[in-house]
């Protein structure tokens, strides 16, 4: 197939060379190539100024970033190229991980880019986030089914990411009989994830490092899990050995299944759940003069965009604050933020500052991102998006 040329200004390719994969609206030439010559998903070749080769892409002429390169040659991103990038991101999971259950597919790392594919085992979690991939949608279905013969495929199509490349948000089952649940394993601790009704793909592997993290702190322990979804860290804890541990979380849904998932672990007699906004239940331990030796708190993106990095920082900081008071002496607090547009070394200072303000000693043990199963791509950050920090709280 003979792919249309896309054009970029004069000195747009420094950062294509340097290994990142987006073209931003604005570095293309559209004098020559005109941005709305090309369909939605459409491929083509990118050329410098000059007429350079420099891979091929996918474009949205509606989105700001307008195209992303998902090779260096010229190809086409048809089955077959598909096939293969699916078998190098399959063989790397195997390479990592014993257990079926991870991300498969994380976009732009695996060079995919717009595709997320969450495996569970005999079932598959999918996201088509760009234009691109909605074009390749069944080539996608029927390349998973080459490789893995799944009993199910689900499309997860109904996160916010897709309004930005002026997709549809819809949940559809594209094969076979896709359950509500499924059962996973992950650090040696059995998890139902809810597929259908659950946040994006059902589960978040990214926090699995960073949950084992616990695995020697907990045992005899008392945990509060804040914003604890379906009791990823809670129950893990409650298995490792913690006394009791106590899930937080808004989500009526997301508190009964993490009820579920106590039942299946049979760590329900120490396994607790309180509904209600994370800064409000915080506040009314406080006030009950609870306390607890560990806490999570792995808050939802408090900076979605960049304009709410204020207001954002500011949620991490009370956050924090609050969970320090809730710990005990010499306690562990397991601070995380996956928001893209919160720094490291920020978080880092959230908890520097929180310290100071309570008055209380600050040691930072260990530090996370998200596993391996979502790849860092070196040459774009927006990929090395979660942090984490253990840190132990003190009097002085
Ligand atoms: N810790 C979880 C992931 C958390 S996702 C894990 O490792 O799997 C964020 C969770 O925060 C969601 O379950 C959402 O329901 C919850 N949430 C969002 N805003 C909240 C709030 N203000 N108070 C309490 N929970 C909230």
Redesign the pocket.
């Known amino acids: 197939m003979e792919l249309k040329i896309l054009r970029l200004n004069r000195h747009e390719e420094k950062r294509l060379q340097g290994g990142h994969l987006w073209i931003y609206s604005n570095e293309v030439n559209n004098r020559e190539t005109p941005l709305k010559q090309f369909q939605p998903g459409e491929q083509v070749r990118v050329q410098t100024h000059s007429g350079k080769f420099i891979g091929t892409a996918y474009v949205n002429p509606h989105s700001l970033i307008c195209a992303r390169l998902f090779s260096r040659e010229s190809q086409v991103l048809d089955n077959t190229l598909l096939l293969h990038r699916l078998k190098k991101a399959l063989s790397l999971r195997a390479r990592l991980f014993e257990e079926p259950f991870y991300r498969l597919v994380y976009g732009e790392s695996d060079l995919l880019p717009g595709l997320v594919v969450d495996r569970f085992g005999d079932h598959l979690s999918v996201q088509l986030n760009s234009a691109g991939m909605e074009m390749l949608k069944s080539e996608i279905i029927d390349a998973l089914k080459t490789l893995l013969d799944p009993k199910s495929i689900l499309l997860r199509n109904d996160g916010s990411i897709r309004q930005l490349e002026g997709l549809t948000q819809e949940i559809e089952i594209a094969h076979g009989k896709s359950p509500k649940e499924v059962e996973l394993l992950e650090n040696g601790v059995k998890m139902l994830a809810p597929l259908h009704d659950g946040?994006k793909t059902g589960?978040?592997f990214d926090?699995r490092p960073n949950?084992a993290m616990l695995k020697h702190y907990v045992p005899g322990k008392r945990v509060l899990?804040?914003?604890?979804?379906?009791g990823?860290?809670a129950i893990q804890a409650a298995v490792f050995g913690a006394k009791e541990v106590m899930a937080?979380?808004?989500?009526r849904f997301?508190l009964e299944m993490a009820e579920k998932n106590a039942v299946l672990n049979g760590v329900d007699n120490i396994f607790s759940g309180a509904e209600?906004?994370?800064?409000d239940?915080l506040k009314a331990l406080r006030q009950e003069n609870e306390q607890f030796d560990v806490i999570?708190v792995?808050?939802?993106a408090f900076i979605k965009r960049k304009k709410d990095h204020k207001e954002g920082l500011r949620a991490y900081h009370r956050i924090n604050e609050l969970a320090m008071r809730l710990l005990k002496d010499d306690g562990l607090l397991l601070s995380?933020s996956c928001s893209m547009h919160l720094q490291r070394d920020e978080l880092m200072d959230v908890l520097r500052s929180g310290g100071r303000r309570l008055d209380r000693h600050v040691q930072v043990l260990f530090e996370g991102i998200q596993g391996p199963d979502h790849p860092v791509h070196p040459a774009i950050p927006e990929t090395c998006y979660l942090k984490a920090f253990l840190a132990q709280v003190s009097k002085e």
């Open positions: 946040q589960w978040f926090q949950r899990d804040v914003f604890s979804y379906v990823s860290f937080v979380d808004s989500s997301a209600g906004d994370a800064f239940v999570v792995d808050p939802p995380a």
